[in-house]
């Protein structure tokens, strides 16, 4: 991979320049916001886990903020690296925490995300309005079928789960729109991606604090 190679996929960039994108940078502050009022809400209790994710949350909104500036082959990966990395913890957490998985098991119910992921995308990439955001969509349908499993057992995590699927999927609507509506508004709708993915993270950290301090929590 050439590391410094151009990228320009979004309606707002307009030239490699460091500040070609300026709301789409800037907007990256809602990840940080989300970081730090989750920061001010976890510390304090023994939830080492949920640090870890608000330390990845505020690794998001840094990550974005390069790749909407530099715009090259390496920032994208410090964008995408971070959000893996929450995908996977935050799965990991679920399993241990919400379903009472051992820890391997836990751990390998998140790695299987991998191949759920290289099985289900390619479904939405197939269809036309969907293949712009392809991989996102298997979060949603995924975060969506832990609710219903979560239903009966921890019935308010499982809204909980079900209202970040809600607000993920306005999120991912919001960064499908950014090209096709390019001509209409030359701003882009990647900005507002920014805002509701920052809303979303924050509120399933949310979800699982107040799983974890309701005492739903199963045994570790």
């Known amino acids: 991979m050439e590391w410094t190679r151009y990228i320009d996929g979004y309606c707002e960039r307009i030239d490699p320049g460091y500040w070609s994108e300026p709301i789409n940078a800037v907007s990256n502050a809602s990840f940080l916001i989300a970081a730090f009022v989750m920061w001010r809400r976890v510390r304090g209790r023994d939830l080492p886990l949920a640090m870890v994710l608000i330390s990845i949350l505020a690794a998001i909104g840094i990550g974005s903020y390069l790749f909407h500036t530099h715009a090259t082959a390496w920032a994208a990966m410090a964008d995408v690296v971070p959000i893996g990395g929450f995908i996977l ?10 379903l009472g998985w051992p820890f391997w098991g836990a751990l ?113």
């Open 89 to 98: 913890a935050y799965l990991f957490a679920v399993n241990r925490d919400f």
């Open 108 to 220: 390998a119910g998140a790695a299987a995300f991998l191949p759920y992921a290289a099985a289900v995308a390619p479904v939405f990439a197939a269809l036309p309005f969907f293949a712009i955001s392809g991989f996102y969509w298997v979060l949603p349908v995924l975060i969506l079928i832990y609710a219903f499993v979560l239903r009966e057992r921890a019935p308010g995590t499982a809204r909980g789960l079900a209202v970040g699927a809600a607000i993920l999927i306005v999120s991912i609507t919001l960064r499908s729109l950014d090209m096709p509506l390019c001509d209409r508004f030359p701003a882009g709708t990647h900005s507002l991606w920014h805002v509701f993915n920052g809303l979303m993270l924050g509120w399933m950290i949310e979800v699982y604090r107040r799983h974890m301090l309701e005492g739903a929590g199963a045994e570790r």
